[in-house]
Structures are given as C-alpha cells and as structure tokens.
C-alpha cells in the first residue's frame, strides 16, 4: 500500500534563500491538500487542488510561496526568499474527490524545514 | 465555522479506557464531527467520524448526545502506542474540503 509521500522529510535552509517540497499522493486521488504546523499547534490549511486546478488559498500563503499539480499529480510547494517564520512542518494529504466534501484526508509525513 | 473547544491533555494508564469530550456549540445542520490521530513527527490520521448518536470501529467509538453540541471520543483499553495528540473537527459539508484543526489533545499513555 503506498501512502502519500512527501519529499525531502526534512531541510535546513538560510533565510533567503528558496526551497521547495514535493508531494506524491495516493494514486488516482484526485484531491491533494497542504497544511503548516508549528510546534504545539494544530495543522493549517494553506491550499488544495482538485486535479491540476488549484482552488483555494489560505490567506497564510504569501506571495513568496506557490504551490503546482502540473499534471494533476504529484505537486510541489515552493517557499522563495524563507523567512524564520517559515519554519514549520509543511504537510500534504491527498483524497479521492469522488464527493462532494467530507472526504477522509491521507497524510503524508510531512516534510520539516528549519530556517536559520 | 463552528469552533471546537477540547482538553488540552490527558493522562492514562494502559488497559484504561480514555475518553475525549469536545464542544462544538455552534455546529450547523450538514456539520460532520471527524476524529484524527497525530503522532511526533508524523501526519495526522483519521480514526472516526458521525453525524449523531453512536459510530464505532475498529478503533475508537464516537459518542454525539442529540442536540450535537459535544461529542466523545472513547479508545477502549490504550495501549503506550496509543500516546498521541488526537483532534476533533467540524467538516461542514461545503468548506472548500479544508479541514480546521484546533490544538488538539495530548493523551499520555503510562505504563
């Protein structure tokens, strides 16, 4: 059974400088979402595509971060110019988007980022 | 949105049942209540979700009274694998199929 899978699990970065995350979801899972968590707080939402589309953005998504499902895949998130307020557990679930809300959400490890 | 309200923490011990009250006061008609596991350095899970009275599964059991104003997640028998933050949520039916996590709860399984 494979899982979503999130990549890398874990980076450090210096404040500036641009890093990007990818997420492959459960396959044929044509919904897949990304969430930040900081530590001792729960996951936020910051965005979801249904296939390539991209439907909704959290106001938490800057315009230094952008996110992509370019063939309605796997998706990357990409944060530019990282500030220390980046640092955060960066999480993507996928679902089937078969229905009309309230579908179970799989996540993936989540990839870690620590900027200095 | 309905907010949710729900411990901070709870300890156990193993072979207890733990049993999870959240209040969602403001709960609309086509609200959902849903249950998700986190462990350290891991993503969230779900483990149970209801509309009203009782759902159980292999894993836990969803109690909701009938003005759904609160619900109660019970983990029969936890076991120290059962330590974990666990949240509870209000999916409404058309929410942009975000979910919104609240702070969940530190359940500490001691042996």
């Known amino acids: 059974d494979t899982g979503v899978s999130q990549n890398p699990r874990h980076k450090i970065t210096k404040r500036g400088q641009n890093v990007t995350f990818r997420c492959d979801p459960i396959?044929?899972?044509?919904?897949l979402y990304w969430y930040r968590q900081t530590l001792g707080q729960g996951p936020e939402f910051l965005t979801y595509?249904?296939?390539?589309?991209?439907?909704?953005k959290s106001r938490l998504l800057s315009d230094r971060f952008s996110a992509e499902r370019p063939k309605g895949s796997f998706s990357t998130l990409e944060i530019q110019r990282t500030e220390q307020g980046d640092s955060a557990m960066y999480l993507c679930?996928?679902?089937?988007?078969?229905?009309?809300?309230?579908?179970?959400?799989?996540f993936g490890p989540g990839t870690r980022l620590l900027v200095l | 949105l309905a907010k949710t309200t729900q411990p901070i923490s709870m300890d156990s011990y193993e072979g207890q049942e733990v049993n999870i009250t959240c209040s969602h006061n403001?709960?609309?008609?086509?609200?959902?209540i849903t249950w998700y596991q986190q462990f350290p350095s891991q993503g969230p899970r779900f483990i149970i979700q209801?509309?009203?009275t009782k759902v159980t599964n292999e894993v836990a059991s969803l109690f909701i009274p009938a003005d759904r104003k609160s619900s109660t997640l019970s983990l029969p028998r936890v076991s120290l694998s059962d330590t974990a933050v666990y949240y509870c949520?209000?999916?409404?039916?058309?929410?942009?199929?975000?979910?919104?996590f609240g702070g969940g709860t530190r359940v500490l399984v001691k042996p």
């Open positions: 403001n709960i609309a008609t086509n609200d959902y």
């Open positions: 209801g509309y009203k």
């Open positions: 949520l209000v999916v409404p039916k058309a929410a942009g199929n975000k979910l919104t």
């Open positions: 595509f249904q296939n390539e589309a991209q439907l909704e």
């Open positions: 679930a996928s679902s089937p988007g078969l229905a009309v809300g309230r579908e179970t959400q799989y």
């Open positions: 396959s044929e899972h044509n919904r």
